[in-house]
């Protein structure tokens, strides 16, 4: 049986973007705008509307430029250009599918712009959040926003803003079921849409309206603006749209048995199709006329016709539509009771909707297969899969599809002979059925609860329950069903021995079964009529009966069907884990894309470097030649006094020398000058040196996770990150995957310039590792790490060697359940718990080469709601200072968390750097410091 109608057809998605050879047009005069100015916000804003134009054809430049405006941005606290930059990357990112960073950018921006007061720039933040939020199904968010945005638009008379806020507001509650509000918000927007004489907007608020009533079940209503909508597109010429509203009234019609009239309604609308070449509408329109024949029971028609749709959709590609047209197929079959053939077309399409990750097709999919499964007897495997086509329609608020679940749970129990539990779910669907006008569902499950009661042997409510349901059997024209509800009600009879009513029902139902070639109601009618014949001693018409019910029942079921059935079932399986390789292939080939950009970047980076420690070797030099002079002056200086004093002695000597101390005082005036221009040369190059080290600061701070994953994920943290020479060896690294939190504290080699160096390798290989998907375990990940390492750094055991490296201390938390892993290379964990300290110790050797080299140990601990974490580097305790002038020590580090872990994480935080400038006393900072505090 069809379980749901083809009701939505892709119609008015019109691309109206520019076209690409005009994007490259535009995009190369910025390009050159920006090549000729050299002012900062020009250039802010440049890259800005560079972004925008990129945002959908190249995400990734698109990326690129709004990263690079909100470098810009800030440099220069330009905060409009920074706002704009957040909302362009948002809007990049959410075409990218990656909608909790997008939203983040929205945030962002939207806090920017309620600082700058522009309101209209606020509600554009709304609006986008709102958009957003509907694409992760969080509707009550989605409405939130857009009525923020509203709001706004309301008080700055945005007219057309406001109509879309409505317009969308409708839309999402539609989604979410709630149709009055859905109506209301609608008419809204039509009503302004009517009050600019916006043809367009007219009919798409006409289309919308009439699809809330469809999905209400108002089928007048629905029909009207429908018609509505007919008539505003034919005014436009808009072909596309008056097709979509012929399949629609032609699906309308369909619902209320006008078969003809509904074919009439599609054969118009694949008139239009054709003449417009739409072939995705067309395959689409085959199947509704597919649908009308199959429903009608002339199902060599609608195999013709499902066929022909299959044939379309696979010339252009349409894995959605394919799908759909298997599934189809798939009806007809089991209708028939081919049962292997049914099932196998049901796999192939949950194969296809799985790939797509279309959760409503999903889940029809499932009830397909459970169908079939039921029908062999194999229950358990059938209520698996309808449990799970309910709880994704559940999770959709798909009221037809939780009807059709309950539907067929009821079904499954009443075979189980659970009967009350069957009852149960059969009420609750007809509940359903009632509030959406579904006929077809009432009737289907006042025949099913017949079924049960006929079973508890109460055969009045039985035949009351069967004739309620062949009433609206045939007011809806359901051939198939009335030759089912028929043989229901002949084998209702036959248990109340009434053998001539139920021959007579059992001879009507037989007769439609045959016309429409249902095997399955073939099989239980000349079952029956063979019985009720025997029992009225007519042993001809019995045995005549019995052997077309064993001949019907072998072609249904055999042996033979069954393992076909369950190879079907596991080529199915074996051609997910086959595409599930293949998928890991092209994310390993997408992977090694991102490593080489990686490298791309480090090589940059490491060449930046060199660049910074061959200006600094420039410095040193300079700086020895500076001394140089400054002795040669005092050289010079002590020359002079004792030429002036042997003058005084002897002045006709100094006379005679004269001349020659005049050109020696002519020589030291011009080595001075020689020395003070070296100083200036020395001072600039200090300056662009500082200035390559601050910019190099900036560099890593910025590949520094953000501390929000941290803030959305912990109730409290702190970082207490002080570099000793403006960049750091030491840092922090983070990342949530699925439900874990991965974070580490690390320490590397050296600080300043060489530490950095090491860090931004540690950085590199950690995104490497985590983004391959291996974050099994903190043991495995601290060996990649160290093997990465040693390979990068080209390290063996040699003597006078370099041991760079890094000591670390790694944690995983799954967030679902509290678990904690950790290892660590030389830096241990701490946690506290209700004042005591838990103290787990790190594997005395470094993530580097290593004489004694061994695995890393793996710690497991179930942390507790309260449990605060502490990773840190060395620097903080082997700080000198303190009355005695040494070192702060790990004991006293220890008692300084333990002594304030109860506080406020930004207050501990406080407490570290007061703590360290006081016991500094002076003295200058040995090392990188980094404390990382982390509270579950």
């Not at 013709?304 to 959605?320: F, G, P, R, V």
């Not at 495997?381 to 679940?405: N, P, Q, T």
């Not at 030759?483 to 007579?504: D, F, H, P, R, V």
């Amino acid at each position: 049986m069809i379980k749901q109608l083809w009701l939505n057809f892709i119609f008015f998605f019109v691309f109206l973007g520019i076209s690409s050879a005009k994007d490259n047009l535009e995009a190369d005069s910025l390009l050159l705008l920006l090549k000729n100015t050299t002012n900062a916000i020009t250039q802010v804003d440049i890259h800005n509307e560079l972004a925008w134009l990129y945002r959908r054809s190249d995400t990734e430049q698109a990326l690129f430029y709004a990263e690079k405006a909100l470098l810009l941005a800030d440099s220069v606290n330009y905060i409009d250009g920074k706002a704009s930059a957040y909302l362009r990357k948002g809007a990049v990112l959410q075409n990218q599918s990656k909608i909790k960073e997008a939203l983040v950018q929205y945030e962002n921006s939207l806090q920017l712009y309620q600082q700058l007061n522009n309101k209209n720039k606020t509600a554009s933040c709304y609006f986008n959040m709102a958009l957003a939020y509907e694409e992760i199904v969080n509707y009550k968010e989605s409405i939130a926003n857009f009525e923020k945005a509203l709001s706004v638009y309301n008080d700055l008379k945005m007219t057309n803003r406001v109509t879309k806020c409505y317009y969308n507001i409708g839309v999402i509650y539609e989604q979410a079921g709630n149709y009055q509000k859905a109506i209301e918000n609608l008419q809204k927007s039509l009503a302004f849409e009517t009050e600019s004489e916006n043809k367009s907007g007219i009919a798409r608020c006409y289309i919308w309206i009439g699809n809330v009533y469809d999905s209400w079940g108002d089928y007048e209503n629905a029909s009207k603006y429908f018609e509505k909508a007919n008539t505003v597109f034919k005014e436009l010429d808009d072909q596309e749209g008056v097709a979509y509203c012929l399949n629609n009234l032609g699906n309308i019609y369909e619902v209320w048995s006008n078969y003809e009239k509904a074919i009439e309604y599609f054969n118009k609308a694949l008139a239009i199709e054709i003449e417009i070449c739409d072939s995705s509408s067309i395959s689409g329109t085959w199947l509704n006329i597919g649908s009308i024949y199959s429903t009608i029971g002339d199902f060599p028609m609608a195999l013709q016709y499902y066929h022909k749709a299959l044939e379309m959709a696979t010339i252009i590609n349409d894995e959605s539509m394919l799908s759909l047209c298997l599934s189809y197929i798939g009806d007809v079959f089991e209708i028939k009771g081919n049962y292997n053939e049914a099932i196998a077309h049901y796999h192939k399409s949950l194969e296809i909707e799985t790939a797509l990750k279309d959760k409503s097709r999903m889940a029809f999919c499932y009830n397909n297969v459970g169908d079939i499964h039921k029908k062999l007897s194999d229950l358990i495997r059938a209520i698996e899969y309808y449990e799970k086509a309910l709880m994704v329609y559940k999770e959709l608020g798909e009221l037809e599809g939780i009807s059709a679940s309950y539907s067929n749970i009821g079904s499954v129990y009443t075979q189980l002979n659970e009967f009350e539990k069957a009852i149960k779910y059969y009420k609750k669907a007809i509940k359903l059925d009632t509030e959406m006008a579904n006929k077809s569902g009432i009737a289907n499950c006042s025949h099913a609860l017949g079924q049960i009661y006929l079973k508890q042997k109460k055969t009045e409510d039985a035949i009351h329950a069967f004739k309620a349901s062949l009433v609206l059997y045939k007011s809806l024209a359901e051939n198939g069903s009335i030759a089912t509800n028929l043989i229901s009600l002949g084998e209702t009879y036959e248990s109340m021995k009434q053998y001539k009513k139920a021959i007579n029902s059992y001879l009507e139902g037989i007769e439609i079964a045959q016309e429409i070639g249902s095997k399955t109601d073939i099989k239980v009618a000349s079952k029956g009529l063979s019985a009720c014949y025997e029992n009225t001693s007519n042993i001809e018409k019995a045995l005549k009966y019995y052997k077309l019910f064993k001949t019907t029942n072998d072609s249904i079921f055999n042996v033979e069907s069954s393992i076909k059935i369950s190879q079907i079932e596991s080529k199915f399986e074996l051609e997910k884990k086959e595409q599930r390789i293949e998928l890991q292939k092209n994310q390993m080939a997408k992977k090694d894309l991102e490593i080489k950009q990686q490298r791309l970047f480090k090589n940059i980076l490491f060449a930046g470097i060199a660049i910074l420690v061959l200006i600094a070797g420039i410095i040193i030099r300079a700086y020895i030649q500076k001394r140089k002079a400054h002795a040669l002056i005092l050289l010079q200086k002590t020359d002079i006094s004792e030429k002036k004093a042997a003058l005084e002695q002897n002045k006709e000597e100094m006379l005679l020398q004269n001349e020659d101390l005049h050109q020696q005082n002519e020589e030291i005036i011009a080595q001075r000058d020689e020395i003070e221009q070296q100083q200036q040369k020395l001072l600039k190059i200090n300056q662009e040196v500082r200035g390559s080290i601050n910019y190099a600061e900036r560099i890593q701070k910025s590949i520094l996770p953000d501390e929000s994953i941290l803030a959305e994920n912990l109730s409290d943290h702190f970082i207490y990150y002080k570099p000793r020479d403006i960049v750091s060896g030491d840092f922090y690294w983070f990342r949530k995957v699925k439900n874990y939190l991965i974070i580490t504290a690390v320490d590397c080699t050296g600080h300043g310039v060489p530490g950095a160096f090491m860090s931004m390798l540690g950085i590199s290989f950690l995104n490497e590792i985590v983004s391959k998907s291996r974050f099994d375990s903190t043991d495995l990940i601290l060996n990649r790490l160290r093997e990465k390492v040693k390979s990068a750094l080209k390290q063996k055991i040699t003597l006078g060697e370099s041991m760079d490296g890094m000591d670390m201390s790694l944690c995983i938390i799954n967030l679902e359940t509290n678990e904690l892993q950790y290892s660590g290379a030389h830096s241990p964990l701490y946690i506290i718990r209700n004042g005591k300290l838990i103290h787990f110790k790190a594997d005395r050797q470094p993530i580097a080469i290593y004489l004694k080299e061994k695995p890393f140990t793996q710690h497991n601990m179930q942390l507790k709601k309260g449990d605060c974490l502490y990773l840190f580097s060395d620097g903080y305790m082997d700080q000198f200072g303190g009355p005695n002038q040494k070192k702060f020590s790990s004991s006293r580090f220890r008692e300084l968390l333990i002594a304030n872990y109860t506080l406020p994480f930004n207050i501990q935080k406080e407490i570290l750097n007061d703590t360290f400038y006081k016991w500094r006393n002076g003295y200058e900072q040995m090392d990188d410091l980094m404390v990382m505090g982390l509270k579950v």
